[in-house]
């Protein structure tokens, strides 16, 4: 039971150590994962459109 306490304990002091971000913080980096997915699916469009072509042409 002592185990189960301290452990308890330690979780504890442990979540008040967590520095949580800002919602600046939050909001810039959802902003910039959104544009670079999207660029990361245009680049990925283009590529597979591109193969897809050459792939029709040569077949």
Same mark, same amino acid.
Request: aromatic share 16%; charged share 15%; net charge negative.
């Given at each position: 039971m002592k185990k189960i /306490?301290?452990?308890?304990?330690?979780v504890r002091s442990e979540w008040f150590k967590i !520095?949580?971000?800002s919602r600046? #913080? !939050?909001i810039r980096a959802t902003i910039m994962? /959104?544009?670079f997915s999207g660029l #990361?699916? /245009?680049?990925f469009f283009v590529v597979d459109s591109g193969l897809n072509a050459l792939v029709g042409w040569i077949f």
């Open positions: /306490l301290d452990y308890i304990k330690s !520095v949580w971000p600046d #913080a !939050v994962i /959104l544009i #990361a699916a /245009l680049f």
